[in-house]
């Protein structure tokens, strides 16, 4: 799946050299504390662990978005046994707005689609515009709505969007 989209920007399957650096955009994004459902402090050789489990299984996938050989964005698929792949994805900051996010997404519903998945599924904080839009763009439909329902370290109850994409 590598070659060109956006300019500049190459998307491919993650590989373990990749992993420190998914890794610190992870860490990244979740210390900006309102985007992404983990917040700081990110249990880093955890986080690690995992990644290393999603690059090395056939359980997930991940993608990552390059510039120049630079990691810049990361999008993971959890593929379910009952034939969901669950979807999460971050751009780093100052990478946002370039296409980055589309590409990641044009190319993550070929990838589940290929691993035989029928339907992409996630969860986004009402208050992401940007998500929202890039998902909405993609065809994702708005399923339901959780109010009140992820505790945050402020001790904030937040509301989520539940969003799904069928594939068959
Ligand atoms: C959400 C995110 C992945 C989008 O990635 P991106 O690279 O910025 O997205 P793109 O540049 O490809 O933009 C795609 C579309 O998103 C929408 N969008 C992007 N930024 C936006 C903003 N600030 N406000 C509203 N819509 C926006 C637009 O519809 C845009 O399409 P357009 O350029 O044709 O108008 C990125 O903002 C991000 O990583 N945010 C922090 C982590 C996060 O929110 N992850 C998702 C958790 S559910």
């Known amino acids: 799946m590598r070659g060109p989209t956006a300019p500049g920007i190459t998307i491919r399957e993650a590989t373990l050299a990749d992993v420190d650096a998914l890794v610190a955009i992870f860490v990244d994004v979740a210390g900006e504390g309102r985007w992404i459902g983990s917040e700081a402090p990110v249990d880093v050789e955890r986080r690690r662990r995992r990644m290393v489990e999603d690059v090395e299984g056939d359980h997930a996938v991940v993608l990552v978005a390059e510039a120049g050989g630079v990691p810049v964005g990361q999008l993971g698929l959890d593929l379910t046994p009952y034939g969901v792949a669950d979807l999460g994805m971050a751009v780093a900051a100052g990478w946002r707005g370039r296409g980055v996010g589309t590409a990641l997404l044009a190319a993550a519903v070929e990838r589940a689609r290929r691993a035989g998945a029928h339907k992409i599924a996630l969860q986004v904080w009402p208050h992401n515009a940007a998500a929202l839009a890039l998902y909405e763009r ?14 945050r370290r402020s001790g904030e109850l937040w509301d989520a969007v539940v969003m799904g994409l069928p594939l068959d």
């Open 138 to 151: 993609f065809g994702f439909r708005r399923e339901g709505y959780l109010t009140r329902h992820y505790r």
